[in-house]
Nanobody
């Protein structure tokens, strides 16, 4: 069973930055590197929404709200998916959830103070 462990959430000020990390456990590298990965978020009162998807070849698709502020990456050797978030806004206060090949993490909470 693949496990995804997120870290890096917490409290930031408006305009600040946070960096999230997602580690894939019990997932062989050869499988991880052949999976679509990404980050989603669940904001209060809203449905889960895509933040960024990263293809096997490293092509990225960002949600409009993330463009220019968030930067994602994947490391197929470490089996990690990371998300750098800059210029944070109060509306970015959500649970950020890692996704790897159909598996979901439990999420890491981000709170941005106004």
């Amino acid at each position: 069973q693949v496990q995804l462990v997120e870290s890096g959430g917490g409290l930031a000020e408006t305009g600040g930055s946070l960096e999230l990390a997602c580690s894939s456990i019990n997932n062989p590298r050869r499988i991880f590197q052949n999976r679509l990965v990404g980050w989603y978020r669940q904001c209060p009162g809203k449905e889960r929404e895509l933040v960024v998807l990263i293809t096997i070849r490293g092509e990225m698709t960002y949600a409009d709200f993330a463009k220019g502020r968030f930067t994602a990456s994947r490391d197929n050797v470490k089996k990690e998916v990371n998300l750098r978030m800059d210029s944070l806004r109060p509306e970015d206060s959500c649970l950020y959830i890692c996704h790897v090949g159909g598996f979901w993490g439990r999420g890491t909470q981000v709170n941005v103070s106004s």
